[in-house]
């Protein structure tokens, strides 16, 4: 069954030469200071790949403790105070249900709205029951919100056509979603499990990823993606898009990974936590076009 267009429950229950260096250490005392209160960006808490399961380590996955280092993100960004909160998907590694309340119980401790991505592991509980869990009343869906005023956020389902496939409604959907953000000169965000690009993501993008890079190709307003699936993470710019994939949690054992994703009028800068880089990514804008077009990132280490 073919999900259709909606608008998502917001959930607070469940819910990176002189002048070279001179750059590099601008933008790593940057990446490392929190912004002033009064001159804060809109922030978003950005994570994936939690993949719970109460079962042994497999390889380099933790299933287990990942709960713990979820708990710890949460405290953490209820500290920090972004704006929303994002989960990339595969918040659990598979069944029962009672994995996914567990996750669901910890998500219920943040302060701001959570808006959820579904990944592939998080289909093996079903998608009815997942939807019902999760308040989706769909898992592909667009918002816009007071805060960040001339954006737009489209959350995709890399499933729904099959394992990293995405069916033929969603993806002119996905059309008819870019076309009247370009009428708007809305700047997108797209938020989906699945990388697009092997670059961001090698040997783990979506299985078919061209209709959704023809979309973007045609419409001008897509300033990034943002995705999971890969728990090395990664990071590629295709054609002024900004593909960043998010360290998977389950995997960062020691330090934990995730980030927060701050917009200004000029770029976007992601302020990496645990093992997650921070990247510098910024577009020159010009007079003529409140579209932008970016240039590629500036990376540095992760914030402490």
Request: charged content about 20%; some cysteine.
């Amino acid at each position: 069954m073919n999900d259709g267009p909606g608008i998502p429950f917001l959930l607070i229950r469940r819910a990176r030469g002189a002048a070279l260096a001179g750059l590099l250490i601008a933008f790593l005392f940057g990446c490392r200071t929190d912004p002033s209160p009064l001159s804060r960006p809109f922030t978003m808490g950005v994570l994936s790949d939690i993949q719970y399961a109460d079962k042994d380590p497999g390889g380099l996955r933790h299933y287990r403790s990942s709960l713990q280092r979820l708990e710890e993100c949460v405290a953490d960004l209820n500290a920090r105070k972004p704006d929303i909160v994002i989960q990339l998907g595969d918040i659990i590694d598979s069944g029962p249900e009672s994995h996914l309340d567990a996750v669901l119980e910890s998500f219920d401790r943040l302060t701001m709205p959570l808006y959820h991505v579904v990944g592939n592991h998080c289909l093996t509980i079903g998608r009815e029951p997942l939807r019902r869990q999760l308040a989706l009343q769909s898992f592909y869906y667009d918002f816009i919100l007071p805060g960040a005023k001339g954006w737009r956020f489209v959350v995709l389902d890399g499933n729904d056509g099959g394992y990293g496939v995405v069916g033929w409604p969603q993806q002119e959907w996905f059309r008819a979603t870019l076309k009247q953000a370009v009428q708007k000169g809305e700047r997108v965000i797209c938020f989906c499990h699945f990388p697009l690009i092997d670059g961001a993501a090698p040997g783990a993008r979506m299985a078919d990823p061209q209709p959704l890079l023809s979309a973007m190709d045609e419409a001008p307003c897509v300033v990034a993606w943002f995705a999971g699936h890969d728990h090395a993470g990664g990071y590629a710019i295709r054609k002024g898009v900004h593909h960043v994939t998010i360290k998977g949690m389950v995997e960062a054992s020691q330090k934990n990974a995730y980030a927060l994703i701050e917009l200004y009028p000029d770029g976007i800068r992601e302020r990496g936590i645990g093992e997650e880089p921070c990247r510098e990514m910024k577009w020159p804008v010009s007079p003529a076009s409140a579209l932008p077009n970016p240039s590629a990132a500036v990376q540095g280490p992760p914030i402490p």
